[in-house]
């Protein structure tokens, strides 16, 4: 208990020095911890996510979009630009409809509880692919990966939309090792979920 409350008053500290949000002073506090302690593979969570619906905003699609731990906001935008002209060059294939149809065209992004049990399924055939070097979209259509060119260097992208029985458009961006450490909680339903609790921001 006393480690959360130094960790939370390093948090507010940073705060109050750089105006940054609690998320993003996190992450800093965190990343500065001492080299000797254990390294643990990110989690994805309500409080590690990072958002960055102005830039989707800016590039005139919809919803909102987060960042996953390992996934820099340097190649936030350019990752964005990115599919949205993925999209666009796209609009004849049926693969990649789905995530036009939300993020381009602003249809709703509603599942049942039986199209959750199927991207159960459709997501471990995915995590098959990426693990190979395939790249490309999910048998569903809400999951995309591709290749973005960054620092002299190549970073897979992975997209995904994450089920939302409200409704409302929610994207996930992360690196594909953000997506393969995270294979293991396929195996456990309840992690799942809870990983795929996003805030409601609006």
């Known amino acids: 208990m006393t480690v959360k409350k130094d960790l939370k008053k390093r948090i507010r500290e940073r705060q109050e020095k750089t105006g940054e949000s ?10 500065q911890a001492p080299a000797e302690a254990p390294a ?8 590690s996510l990072r958002e960055v619906t102005l ?6 699609m919809k919803g909102q979009a987060f960042l996953t731990p390992g996934f820099s906001e340097a190649l ?3 990752a964005l630009e990115r599919l949205r002209e993925l999209l666009l060059a796209t609009r004849d294939e049926p693969s990649t409809r789905w995530l036009r149809a939300v993020l381009l065209d602003g249809e709703p992004d509603a599942v049942d509880f039986g199209s ?23 048998r569903s259509g809400r999951t995309l ?24 458009p929610k ?20 992690a799942l979920l809870q990983t795929l609790t ?3 921001m609006r």
């Open 22 to 31: 609690y998320s993003t002073a996190r992450m800093h506090v965190l990343n």
């Open 171 to 190: 994207l996930l961006l992360g690196t594909a090792e953000d997506y393969l450490r995270a294979e293991q909680i396929l195996d456990n339903p309840l």
């Open 55 to 60: 830039l989707v905003e800016a590039l005139e």
């Open 116 to 138: 959750l049990a199927r991207e159960w399924g459709e997501a471990r055939v995915f995590m098959r692919n990426l693990r190979l070097g395939l790249r490309g979209p999910s």
């Open 198 to 200: 996003l805030p409601d």
């Open 145 to 168: 990966s591709f290749e973005l060119r960054a620092d002299g260097g190549t970073v897979t992208v992975v997209v995904t939309l994450v089920p939302s029985l409200k409704g409302t």
């Open 40 to 47: 643990e593979a990110p989690k994805v969570s309500q409080e």
């Open 76 to 78: 936030a935008r350019p």
